[in-house]
């Protein structure tokens, strides 16, 4: 099962550069437009790097969850037992699985209300865009569910 979310993240990270890259196109474009006559105003740039700048956003949570670099609070101080170490981690970790199903809940909604809407100038499918939710949602819970398994077993194993 490792190996294949080691492939989900490896994945997420290249879309993530690849998106990062894909947003310097219509920045770029939007730049040169406004403070140059080098090109000509699009209008499109404007929305493709919103919508860019949407799933870097989403992808990027999502990696961090799987990385281990997600916001959270250190409000307890470390405990020198490693179990009580670990049941923290649990209890952060329930808490961001707690997120990927609100996500995953209210992100189905979210597509279902984008169902039959474009974008405005681009005329993409927003279900596309709104899809960044749900997907979310449910890595966020897999990483998480990923996470509490070692937990447990860090807890298992400790003296």
């Given at each position: 099962?490792?190996?294949?979310?080691?492939?989900?993240?490896?994945?997420?990270?290249?879309?993530?550069?690849?998106?990062?890259?894909?947003?310097?196109?219509?920045?770029?474009?939007?730049?040169?437009?406004?403070?140059?006559?080098?090109?000509?105003?699009?209008?499109?740039?404007?929305?493709?790097?919103?919508?860019?700048?949407?799933?870097?956003?989403?992808?990027?949570?999502?990696?961090?969850?799987?990385?281990?670099?997600?916001?959270?609070?250190?409000?307890?101080?470390?405990?020198?037992?490693?179990?009580?170490?670990?049941?923290?981690?649990?209890f952060?970790?329930?808490?961001?699985?707690?997120?990927g199903?609100?996500?995953?809940?209210?992100?189905?909604?979210?597509?279902?209300?984008?169902?039959?809407?474009?974008?405005?100038?681009?005329?993409?499918?927003?279900?596309?865009?709104?899809?960044?939710?749900?997907?979310?949602?449910?890595?966020?819970?897999?990483?998480s569910?990923?996470?509490?398994?070692?937990?447990?077993?860090?807890?298992?194993?400790?003296?």
């Amino acid at each position: 099962m490792t190996r294949i979310l080691d492939a989900i993240h490896l994945v997420l990270k290249v879309l993530l550069a690849t998106l990062i890259a894909g947003l310097l196109i219509p920045v770029t474009m939007q730049i040169l437009s406004r403070f140059t006559g080098i090109i000509p105003r699009y209008i499109w740039t404007e929305e493709i790097a919103r919508f860019c700048f949407v799933w870097m956003i989403m992808i990027g949570a999502m990696c961090a969850v799987r990385d281990g670099t997600h916001f959270d609070l250190d409000v307890l101080p470390p405990a020198l037992n490693p179990k009580v170490e670990a049941a923290k981690r649990i209890f952060v970790h329930l808490m961001i699985l707690a997120v990927g199903l609100v996500f995953i809940w209210y992100g189905w909604d979210f597509i279902e209300f984008g169902w039959f809407q474009t974008s405005e100038i681009a005329e993409l499918p927003m279900n596309w865009i709104f899809a960044a939710w749900p997907i979310a949602g449910f890595l966020f819970f897999v990483f998480s569910v990923e996470k509490i398994v070692g937990e447990v077993h860090t807890m298992r194993n400790a003296p």
